[in-house]
């Protein structure tokens, strides 16, 4: 049973750009959370999704970022106009039941 | 502002012993907490989940949750270099998870 997937691992974007970062949840896994991760910070909680709608978006800024989790395909996590400040590692986990969750690998985002 | 409050460490034990790790929260009505282990450069992994006071065994791992005393705790006992890594410890509140900072624990062959 393959794990929550997130790609790409590592991904350089200059200042503007977008970056567009995906997650596939393990299998069966309905619930998707979105965090992002500073040096020497603990996870921050961004979004939480099920198929095709969100649930908790409170976390994340409201401009510049949105995310979706369509009925078909991984979700998805983009960032518009990337700042300096939006380089972090940005982790996505799933869960079957809201409760225990299990993260992917992560993707590192530096604005260059 | 909810807050989960963690010693960060480093917490530095001998191969054999027992590593204590504390946690305290803020919000009285969370019910449900969790532990992870990060080893450093990769994601955090699923320890335990306590929902209930009192302890909770698996394996090695002993999670001790007081709800009246807002904390919860993490034994590991015979500890071993391998578990050497962060550990964080999470709090659901309603949609969201509030997670620590994390405690650094480094085991000594």
């Known amino acids: 049973n393959a794990g929550v997937m997130q790609n790409p691992r590592h991904l350089v974007r200059r200042r503007g750009q977008e970056a567009r970062l995906r997650c596939s949840p393990m299998?069966?896994?309905?619930?998707v959370y979105w965090y992002r991760q500073l040096p020497e910070e603990g996870l921050k909680f961004m979004v939480y999704?099920?198929?095709?709608?969100?649930?908790?978006e409170s976390g994340m800024p409201k401009e510049r970022f949105s995310a979706e989790f369509p009925k078909e395909g991984p979700s998805i996590l983009r960032i518009q106009q990337v700042v300096r400040g939006d380089s972090a590692a940005y982790f996505c986990?799933?869960?079957?039941?809201?409760?225990?969750?299990?993260f992917g690998p992560g993707t590192r985002l530096t604005v260059t | 502002q909810k807050e989960v409050e963690q010693n960060s460490g480093p917490l530095s034990v001998p191969e054999g012993a027992i590593a204590s790790l504390n946690c305290t929260y803020s919000?009285?009505?969370?019910?449900?907490f969790f532990w992870y282990r990060q080893y450093s450069g990769k994601s955090p992994e699923l320890i335990m989940s306590?929902?209930?006071?009192g302890d909770k065994e698996d394996g090695r791992f002993t999670a001790q949750l007081n709800k009246a005393s807002q904390y919860v705790s993490l034994l590991i006992r015979d500890s071993q270099p391998s578990d050497s890594a962060t550990y964080l410890c999470?709090?659901?509140?309603?949609?969201?998870?509030?997670f620590g900072t994390g405690t650094s624990l480094t085991v000594i062959p």
């Open positions: 986990a799933s869960s079957p039941n809201s409760y225990e969750q299990y």
């Open positions: 299998k069966g896994h309905s619930h």
């Open positions: 999704l099920q198929k095709e709608n969100i649930i908790d």
């Open positions: 919000d009285r009505v969370s019910q449900s």
């Open positions: 306590i929902y209930s006071n």
């Open positions: 999470a709090v659901k509140e309603g949609n969201q998870f509030y």
